[in-house]
């Protein structure tokens, strides 16, 4: 079959047409357009230093997680690997309670190619603050350095490291959720594989932002909206390739590596999807939850009418961001509450 792609519609012409990319949410597109065209540019590894230095330059410090004594922060380190490498998270543990409700075990965003643990925490923290949680953010390592399976191996160990504490943490046992956002979304839902197939730590829930699941790079909204937003489909390949090398998109890549490849989703904790739906990763993350479903699991499912990627995080204000991290914390407080 001969496909036509329109790269300024988004439309196929021939079988499985996808119509032009869906409008984003006026209040989110204004904030869009008032950020610099760095970040709207697609990323590629040649820019990858220079925004890693931007990010690193602008990265909160303790004193900011601490939040006025809400909590105390401090870095740990796993033992030594067998190559040496001692994993850095940062520990987050609310001042407020001797007997957190849950603790957290967080996995940052940026397309497997920027970040570190203190990346998007600041959500993390406002969940924590409300509901009594500790939070362990993962500074695990980045592609193309450390191309699969190094980053989903480290996010491994930090979940192992935290469920191994949680009695020194106050936490009862079992009260632990993984999340993540974008990349770490992914990589939440991969350790979350890697616990029910290895017999690892029981997880009361995993939650997945926007999570970043299918190498394949090919969905109906991956193709809509390249080009436009943020991490758009040049962006979400750069990312696969830095982790996956040539092997991005053949026929055997590990469902460790990308959520979406595996087969079997049965036997998982309760699943919290929300994605937007003016992004690349929308269709991937309806279909995981979709797939959840069918396997007989739990999944609560949330599209974002309008939402590019990470737009509560660019526009915190604006109601529909305000409706997405309500829904989340609603989700976690149900969760928790038994």
Same mark, same amino acid.
């Given at each position: 079959?001969?496909?036509?792609?329109?790269?300024?519609?988004?439309?196929?012409?021939?079988?499985?047409?996808?119509?032009?990319?869906?409008?984003?949410?006026?209040?989110?597109?204004?904030?869009?357009?008032?950020?610099?065209?760095?970040?709207?540019?697609?990323?590629?590894?040649?820019?990858?230093?220079?925004?890693?230095?931007?990010?690193?330059?602008?990265?909160?410090?303790?004193?900011?997680?601490?939040?006025?004594?809400?909590?105390?922060?401090?870095?740990?380190?796993?033992?030594?690997?067998?190559?040496?490498?001692?994993?850095?998270?940062?520990?987050?543990?609310?001042?407020?309670?001797?007997?957190?409700?849950?603790?957290?075990?967080?996995?940052?965003?940026?397309?497997?190619?920027?970040?570190?643990?203190?990346?998007?925490?600041?959500?993390?923290?406002?969940?924590?603050?409300?509901?009594?949680?500790?939070?362990?953010?993962?500074?695990?390592?980045?592609?193309?350095?450390?191309?699969?399976?190094?980053?989903?191996?480290?996010?491994?160990?930090?979940?192992?490291?935290?469920?191994?504490?949680?009695?020194?943490?106050?936490?009862?046992?079992?009260?632990?959720?993984?999340? &993540?956002?974008?990349? /770490? *979304?992914?990589?939440?839902?991969?350790? =979350?594989?890697? $616990? #029910?197939? @290895?017999?690892?730590?029981? %997880?009361?829930?995993?939650?997945?932002?926007?999570?970043?699941?299918?190498?394949?790079?090919?969905?109906?909204?991956?193709?809509?909206?390249?080009?436009?937003?943020?991490?758009?489909?040049?962006?979400?390949?750069?990312?696969?390739?830095?982790?996956? &090398?040539?092997?991005? /998109? *053949?026929?055997?890549?590990?469902?460790? =590596?990308?959520? $979406? #490849?595996? @087969?079997?989703?049965?036997? %998982?904790?309760?699943?919290?999807?929300?994605?937007?739906?003016?992004?690349?990763?929308?269709?991937?993350?309806?279909?995981?939850?979709?797939?959840?479903?069918?396997?007989?699991?739990?999944?609560?499912?949330?599209?974002?009418?309008?939402?590019?990627? &990470?737009?509560?995080?660019?526009?915190?204000?604006?109601?529909?961001?305000?409706?997405?991290?309500?829904? @989340?914390?609603?989700?976690?407080?149900?969760?928790?509450?038994?």
């Amino acid at each position: 079959m001969n496909v036509h792609i329109d790269t300024e519609t988004g439309t196929e012409n021939g079988d499985g047409r996808v119509g032009p990319p869906p409008p984003f949410d006026a209040e989110l597109a204004a904030a869009l357009d008032s950020f610099s065209a760095l970040l709207q540019q697609p990323i590629t590894l040649d820019s990858v230093p220079e925004i890693r230095q931007q990010m690193s330059a602008t990265s909160p410090a303790d004193e900011d997680l601490a939040r006025g004594g809400a909590f105390t922060v401090e870095t740990a380190t796993t033992p030594a690997g067998a190559d040496g490498f001692r994993l850095p998270m940062v520990l987050c543990r609310p001042t407020a309670t001797d007997v957190p409700t849950a603790a957290v075990c967080f996995l940052h965003g940026g397309g497997m190619i920027i970040g570190d643990a203190r990346t998007g925490i600041a959500e993390v923290l406002d969940w924590a603050q409300e509901l009594d949680l500790v939070v362990v953010s993962v500074d695990y390592r980045l592609a193309p350095d450390h191309p699969h399976p190094v980053p989903v191996e480290d996010c491994y160990t930090g979940l192992l490291w935290t469920a191994g504490r949680l009695a020194e943490l106050g936490v009862a046992s079992g009260r632990l959720v993984v999340a &993540g956002t974008s990349a /770490g *979304g992914g990589l939440a839902a991969a350790v =979350a594989l890697m $616990a #029910r197939d @290895r017999g690892g730590p029981a %997880l009361a829930g995993q939650m997945l932002l926007c999570p970043m699941l299918d190498d394949r790079n090919d969905t109906p909204s991956a193709r809509q909206m390249a080009g436009r937003g943020v991490w758009d489909r040049t962006s979400n390949e750069t990312g696969w390739t830095a982790l996956l &090398g040539d092997r991005r /998109g *053949g026929p055997d890549v590990s469902p460790y =590596a990308a959520p $979406a #490849r595996a @087969r079997d989703l049965s036997g %998982l904790p309760p699943a919290f999807i929300d994605v937007g739906s003016a992004e690349t990763f929308r269709d991937e993350d309806v279909a995981y939850a979709s797939r959840i479903w069918q396997a007989g699991g739990s999944a609560e499912l949330h599209v974002w009418p309008g939402g590019f990627h &990470g737009f509560d995080l660019m526009a915190p204000q604006a109601p529909v961001s305000q409706a997405a991290k309500a829904a @989340r914390i609603n989700w976690l407080r149900r969760l928790l509450a038994g």
